[in-house]
């Protein structure tokens, strides 16, 4: 698996992704991990470009993918 990589969020400590696989993985501060299946590459990026990473989780994310 990837490194992971932080993200300025109250609620989302990482994130990381492998692209071999189109999986994504982001670990709560809670210390929950989702990993979601078939996640673009843009997708991930948004995550890490967006300006509220968990607002983006919930509404990009959340309940789309397999295993999340």
């Known amino acids: 698996m ?7 969020s109250s609620n989302l ?5 492998d692209e071999a696989t189109s999986t994504l993985s ?10 979601l299946q078939n996640v673009s ?6 995550l890490l470009d967006a300006g509220s ?6 509404d990009e994310l959340k309940g789309k993918y397999p295993g999340g």
């Open 2 to 8: 990837p490194d992971w990589i932080p993200l300025n």
């Open 13 to 17: 400590a990482a994130c990381a992704y």
């Open 26 to 35: 982001v670990r709560f501060r809670s210390g929950r991990t989702y990993t």
């Open 41 to 46: 590459r843009e997708t991930y990026q948004g």
């Open 53 to 58: 990473p968990g607002a983006y989780y919930n």
